[in-house]
């Protein structure tokens, strides 16, 4: 290569991507009615969703470059990560839909006609290795510490969160860890003060509305520390406090939401069952009206699985049929505000004084360790009437406000492996500088710094598409549901692919536990699969909200 690629040479790489996307969305949406027959086609819908959603991730990431130029904190290392990152992106979508646009009836012209021979050449530059190369030649030098330009308000929250992250949770994230220990309530309260579980509620009930980007940088920063011990601790309460913004009562709001924002209340969702999983509308644990000592209350029977934090929160938001009718699926399932004791330790028993009952042990995983995810039984388990998110209006609403909440929970997922992903582009930087193989630091090898560039690179769409969907939940969170599920889609992907890459570069102690990079590959696995399992989110999420 003669000269570094810039933005402008990656834009029309980007409008060819743009064009073929768009095709291919129209045909797929013909195809399959509108959405309504993609589980007849849904390799062919897998391969156009995960295509869009890589080619909307490109748009994002040029986005974010160009405003940052035009608010003076571009650089040329921000404008090279950018125009690698739109044509890895563009690269890897062309090779996805090109082997189902004989199935969309496009076929070869298709490509020829979006990608012609000047565009082809251009994509061939811009995403040569020797500009990847250079990038990860700019993460040794920066050991992976130069995060994407912000406003300086959102440098402040970041910045904040990081000194907390760094000096209270990565000193303890490998012995949480390794024991498998429950995380600590030194976090909780020091979380509590500096107002990370009230980012995004509003300042009348006792928020700081500080927006959902702010609140994802906090998500990034502590899961650049450790996912398990503290990058998931602000998500479930989140996940109940839009479900009581949009569903809950007056005095439901004045009762929870203070709470939550303040700390006071740790949360647990529940809502899989052992024999439930991604069809959420076929929930069969039940919740029935019952006249207990002279008061209407509401009964819990069934199982629940997955229910992470179960032991230690101190309510969970539990999905229940409270229509014993199982053809109205959805419409018969209500949310439910569980009060319970909190226990530490990996099981738990809590009784009711009228003989209610809710057992709950955890179930042993190889990463994501610390907040221990929990299989439970209610049997007779009493809740107030007034715990019923949206009391009487809210009866058959459940389904609803459960995924207006998830919509939620997978933004902050997004931003939970953006910073997975971050601290493995660090740990393995620091590693390849000072690791000497063959005479001389392995950061030297070309591939080395090839594989740190791409990195870099993948990380970057990532950020962009998260951060844009952040943004897009401030102005309307129904109409930017979509796009958090394609950040969700796109950034669990990198965060798998890149920390196993970074484990790779570590070699055989990539393989110990001495190095924490073996504890971000373990961690990274849980994240396409909760909060919408990636064929699921994809067929289900992307691909509807795409096709209809």
């Known amino acids: 290569m003669t000269a570094l690629p810039t933005l402008d040479d990656a834009r029309p790489l980007l409008e060819a991507a743009e064009d073929l996307v768009e095709r291919c969305v129209a045909r797929a949406s013909e195809i399959t009615g509108g959405a309504s027959g993609i589980d ?23 986005d974010f470059a160009g405003a940052a130029a035009g608010a003076g904190r571009g650089s040329g290392s921000l404008e090279l990560l950018a125009a690698t990152g739109i044509a890895e992106q563009v690269r890897s979508l062309r090779d996805r839909l090109e082997p189902v646009l004989d ?159 303040a700390g006071e209340v740790m949360v647990g969702i529940s809502v899989t069952e052992p024999d439930i999983g991604s069809d959420v509308s076929a929930v069969k644990c039940r919740a029935e009206r019952q006249r207990i000592g002279g008061e209407e209350v509401w009964v819990i029977n069934g199982p629940k699985a997955w229910c992470t934090f179960a032991g230690r929160a101190d309510v969970l938001a539990v999905l229940c049929r409270t229509d014993p009718d199982p053809s109205l699926g959805a419409k018969g399932l209500s949310l439910f505000i569980v009060p319970k004791n909190t226990f530490d330790g990996h099981s738990f028993e809590m009784q009711q004084p009228g003989g209610g009952r809710m057992v709950g042990k955890a179930d042993a995983t190889p990463g994501y360790r610390g907040m221990h995810s929990f299989t439970l039984n209610f049997e007779n388990y009493v809740v107030p009437t007034a715990n019923l998110v949206g009391e009487e209006g809210g009866i058959g609403r459940g389904f609803s406000l459960q995924m207006a909440g998830f ?142």
């Open 103 to 261: 199935d969309l009836s496009l076929g070869d012209s298709a490509l020829e006609e979006t990608f012609p021979a000047h565009v082809r050449e251009g994509l061939r530059r811009v995403a040569h290795e020797a500009a990847l190369r250079e990038v990860g030649r700019r993460v040794c030098e920066t050991r992976g510490r130069e995060p994407l330009p912000l406003d300086e308000l959102l440098e402040q929250v970041r910045d904040a969160v990081r000194e907390f992250a760094e000096n209270e949770v990565a000193p303890n994230a490998e012995r949480i860890h390794r024991n498998d220990e429950l995380v600590p309530e030194e976090f909780i309260a020091k979380m509590s003060e500096l107002n990370f579980f009230g980012l995004s509620i509003p300042e009348a009930f006792g928020g700081s509305e500080m927006g959902n980007l702010a609140m994802i940088l906090t998500t990034e920063e502590l899961s650049r520390a450790s996912l398990a011990a503290a990058g998931s601790l602000i998500t479930r309460p989140e996940i109940l406090a839009k479900a009581l913004l949009q569903g809950g009562t007056d005095e439901q709001k004045q009762t929870w939401l203070p709470r939550i924002a």
């Open 407 to 548: 919509a939620a929970g997978r933004l902050q997922t997004g931003g939970r492996a953006c910073g997975l992903a971050q601290a493995a582009l660090e740990k393995t930087a620091e590693y390849v500088v000072d690791r000497n193989q063959f005479g001389k630091p392995i950061s030297e090898y070309q591939l080395t710094q090839y594989t740190l560039g791409r990195m870099a690179a993948l990380l970057a769409a990532s950020r962009a598409i998260t951060y844009a969907a952040a943004n897009a939940f401030d102005e309307d969170e129904r109409k930017a549901a979509p796009l958090a599920a394609q950040a969700k889609l796109l950034a669990c992907d990198m965060a798998v692919e890149t920390t196993q890459m970074g484990q790779m570069m570590h070699g055989g102690w990539g393989y110990a536990e001495e190095y924490p990079i073996s504890r971000y590959v373990v961690d990274a696995q849980v994240l396409p699969i909760f909060e919408g399992v990636k064929p699921i989110l994809e067929l289900k999420v992307v691909a509807r909200a795409l096709f209809s």
């Open 40 to 62: 007849e086609h849904q390799v062919l819908a897998e391969r156009v969703a995960y295509a869009a959603t890589q080619c909307r991730a490109a748009r994002e990431l040029a």
